[in-house]
C-alpha cells in the first residue's frame, strides 16, 4: 500500500535551518524516509554530529547541484532566489500603495 502524503509547508515557510521532521512535511513524505535521507552520505547536515542541516544546502542537494563541485550552478540558484524575494516585496509594496491610494 502506498499512502501518498501531501506536504504541509513549503521552502518559503520553513525556518533557516531544517530537522527531518520539519524536510517530511517540505517534501510531502514520511519522516522516518526523510531521517533516512539526512543520512545520506553528502546530505548537507551542519556540523556537530546532530540531525540539523541549512534549507539552501538542502534545497540545492535535492537540487542535485553541488555547492562545492557545481559553483556556477550554486550562485545563479541563490541570485534567482533573491531576485524572486525582491520582485515579491516589491509586489508587495507596490499592491500596498494602490490600496492607500484609493
Known amino acids: 500500500m502506498n499512502n501518498k502524503i501531501t506536504p504541509t509547508m513549503t521552502w518559503e515557510e520553513a525556518p ?54 557545481q559553483t556556477k550552478e550554486s550562485i545563479s540558484f541563490l541570485i534567482l532566489s533573491e531576485l524572486k524575494n525582491i520582485n515579491s516585496q516589491l509586489n508587495t509594496n507596490k499592491n500596498k500603495e494602490m490600496i492607500t491610494n484609493d
Open 16 to 69: 533557516e535551518t531544517l530537522t527531518p521532521e520539519i524536510y517530511a512535511k517540505i517534501r510531502g513524505i514520511a519522516p522516518n524516509k526523510a531521517r533516512e535521507k539526512f543520512k545520506e552520505k553528502g546530505f548537507p547536515l551542519v556540523s556537530g554530529g546532530k540531525q540539523i542541516a541549512d534549507k539552501t544546502a538542502v534545497r540545492l542537494y535535492d537540487m542535485g547541484i553541488n555547492p562545492k563541485t
